[in-house]
């Protein structure tokens, strides 16, 4: 990787109010391939010792306002000390991407579109969550609670944004996506190979030369990709009843991802929501064993 690529680490979890986020954000950063370029943490208030004390409090309607605040606060400040071309991120909840992405709009403007592979839209405000890694492309666009959108100076124009992999809405969310006509790819035209010509068209129409990638791991299917949320052990299956889920395997987020680099340049890679439920366990478990607790 380039010297001026840089690389996040980023386990913030307050966001998804998941202490889990945390551990599946150094999974993560433990696996990704090695870089020759810059690597920064972002601080990222977390209780090693005592992990049943990680807990947030709704804030004027978003959980662990002010330690978020704190954090994004943080990546910023990372970022201006390396003023990078591009960057990767390592997360933690979505709500990783918001200083990244922030940043990467402001230095390239509207040469830049947005390519969000994700099962959901993240367009929702403090109104209708308090867990804030679902607001965090609204935020990038300019909408929501003022602390979020107080660290976008060039908002994210909806036609700069390509959805891949969001699947059944909520009535707020498809009302959003209708009202500002964006563009979705859904899984049935990833698998079918119509999304292609669609993102090609997307990014000939908008001028877009560079690409900020979002990837939340939720858009894979859950049956046969592991370390997502809906696998939690400690909840019972229905409790994600009407939450939608990803239908995706790993093959076609390569693909549809393929798809969009086959266009434009890569100048941002995000990925979240990582939950390796097994090997958390196993950690635990170790903690406990003679001669290694």
């Not at 010297?3 to 551990?23: D, E």
């Not at 002010?66 to 390396?82: E, F, G, S, Y």
Request: proline share 5%.
């Amino acid at each position: 990787m380039s010297s001026n690529t840089l690389r996040l680490k980023f386990p913030m979890w307050q966001g998804g109010a998941n202490p889990a986020y945390h551990f599946g954000s150094e999974l993560l950063a433990w696996l990704a391939p090695a870089t020759d370029g810059p690597v920064e943490t972002v601080d990222v208030a977390f209780n090693h010792d005592d992990e049943s004390a990680n807990v947030v409090e709704d804030e004027n309607g978003i959980k662990g306002r002010a330690q978020i605040l704190k954090q994004t606060d943080h990546c910023r400040t990372l970022i201006d000390k390396h003023q990078p071309d591009s960057l990767v991120v390592l997360g933690g909840d979505c709500l990783v991407d918001l200083a990244p992405f922030a940043y990467l709009s402001e230095k390239y403007g509207d040469k830049l579109g947005v390519l969000w592979v994700d099962a959901h839209p993240d367009i929702m405000t403090a109104e209708q969550f308090n867990h804030s890694h679902a607001t965090v492309l609204a935020a990038l666009m300019g909408v929501g609670d003022s602390d979020l959108t107080g660290f976008v100076s060039t908002p994210v124009a909806a036609s700069k944004v390509m959805y891949a992999g969001v699947n059944n809405e909520s009535e707020y969310e498809n009302n959003f996506l209708a009202e500002r006509d964006m563009q979705v790819c859904r899984p049935d035209e990833i698998r079918d190979g119509s999304s292609a010509a669609k993102i090609e068209q997307w990014i000939k129409d908008q001028g877009i030369e560079v690409l900020a990638i979002h990837l939340d791991l939720d858009v894979l299917d859950a049956s046969k990709f592991g370390p997502l949320l809906f696998n939690c052990p400690h909840v019972p299956a229905s409790a994600f009843d009407g939450i939608a889920q990803g239908q995706l395997t790993i093959e076609e987020v390569l693909e549809v991802i393929g798809q969009a680099t086959a266009h434009s340049r890569t100048v941002g890679m995000g990925i979240a929501e990582h939950l390796p439920w097994d090997a958390l366990r196993l950690r635990n478990m170790m903690r406990k064993l003679p001669l290694l607790g």
